[in-house]
């Protein structure tokens, strides 16, 4: 996570950094995992290897939703900075807020754990995330249509 100056917005900006090195990493474990369980000699750590892997598609996916969700995020936050946008769009502000509380918090959790994996455990479920993404895009496509298509 680093902290990125805000244009027009007097806090700074907390944000991922690249994280082509973490899912390049994945992708291999990934598939290390699925050749050490179509090994014949498994047995003994099957469910741990089972158990790895569906920790791994965790990470995968909340890695893709967060960074969708800071893509998104980073348009409408100095969008919303300003207050006439914030009035002229009241219901599309109110759903800003709402992904940007998910954002936020998804954030300082991964600011708080020392491992990726622990990180991705205390993000929470993609579910929420993949929500908050939805509700971004929709304030996104409401504000690129502008206050004049109400």
Known sequence: VSHVSGTGVSVSRRVLGDTSRLAEMAEEHSTLLASLS????????????????????????????LLCLQRAWLHLEAVFADGETRRLL???????????????????????????????????????LAQANATLSQARRRVEQGPSKA
């Open 38 to 65: 179509s090994s014949a000699h498994i047995g003994a750590v099957l469910e741990e290897v089972e158990l790895w892997e569906r920790r791994l598609g965790k990470f995968a996916d909340v890695l893709d939703e």
């Open 90 to 128: 009241p219901r599309e502000s109110a759903k800003f807020a709402s992904g940007d509380r998910i954002y936020r918090d998804a954030i300082r959790a991964i600011e708080q754990r020392p491992t990726v994996m622990e990180a991705v455990d205390r993000v929470g479920a993609v579910e929420k």
